[in-house]
């Protein structure tokens, strides 16, 4: 029998580069729990930075208590040194010692003394300085020292003028009160024929007949009215 060769099989395929493969699969990544890698990295520092983890978990687990507050000393002693005040009695109001003077009443003394020094008053000088021409004033209704504490100059001066003038009228009215005569010789007031001359010495006539215990002149009023009215004008040209 005749060697034959075996018959040849399916012809084998063609040799090729085979293309490489990775058997392993890429790892799934990391479930960061809504956090980025920054924010994790700064959480990392931090529990480092405080004990770690554990530690500060157990500090958030166990509070420390919270120390009750200490009260404000200074404030406290100020609101009961405020009660003490308003509980104290009320302090009763300051009162001069007897026989004090105020600086008005001071500077009032001084200005009528050096009034009382001028030759023109030199015949009323001791009513102007024992302040009797005060009384006269006030009768008048003359205020010499202003609300404000300054002294009325002008106003003064003008009374003082008149009140000079009496001393001549003084000497006039004297005959008739000297007089032995058993009747008074009233000093009349004639309204179309008056001046403060006259006006004043009918005053002083009635103020000597009281003293003496006799009826006073009896137009003592219209005299008085009609010096009054003087004044009044005087003080409505201020």
């Not at 980025?36 to 978990?57: P, R, V, W, Y």
Request: charged share 25%; aromatic share 6%; proline share 8%.
């Amino acid at each position: 029998m005749e060697n034959t060769p075996e018959a040849a099989g399916a012809a084998p395929a063609p040799q090729t580069e085979a293309t490489p493969t990775n058997s392993n699969p890429a790892p799934a990544a990391p479930d960061m729990h809504g956090f980025t890698s920054e924010q994790l990295a700064d959480m990392q520092k931090f529990f480092q930075a405080n004990g770690g983890f554990d530690k500060i978990k157990a500090k958030i687990s166990n509070p420390e208590p919270v120390q009750p507050q200490q009260p404000n000393l200074d404030a406290t002693y100020a609101m009961k040194k405020e009660e003490d005040m308003l509980k104290a009695p009320a302090q009763p109001a300051y009162q001069a010692p007897i026989g004090s003077i105020t600086r008005e009443e001071f500077l009032a003394q001084q200005y009528f003394g050096a009034l009382a020094k001028e030759e023109k008053y030199a015949s009323i000088a001791k009513d102007v300085e024992n302040g009797a021409v005060l009384k006269d004033m006030a009768a008048f209704n003359i205020r010499p020292i202003n609300p404000d504490g300054s002294i009325n100059d002008s106003m003064v001066r003008r009374y003082l003028d008149l009140k000079a003038q009496t001393v001549v009228a003084k000497q006039t009215s004297a005959a008739p009160e000297s007089s032995a005569a058993p009747t008074v010789d009233y000093m009349q007031f004639d309204e179309g024929n008056m001046d403060i001359r006259k006006a004043t010495a009918i005053l002083q006539q009635d103020s000597a007949l009281k003293a003496k215990g006799l009826g006073g002149n009896p137009d003592a009023e219209a005299a008085e009215k009609y010096l009054k009215g003087i004044l009044n004008q005087q003080k409505g040209k201020q």
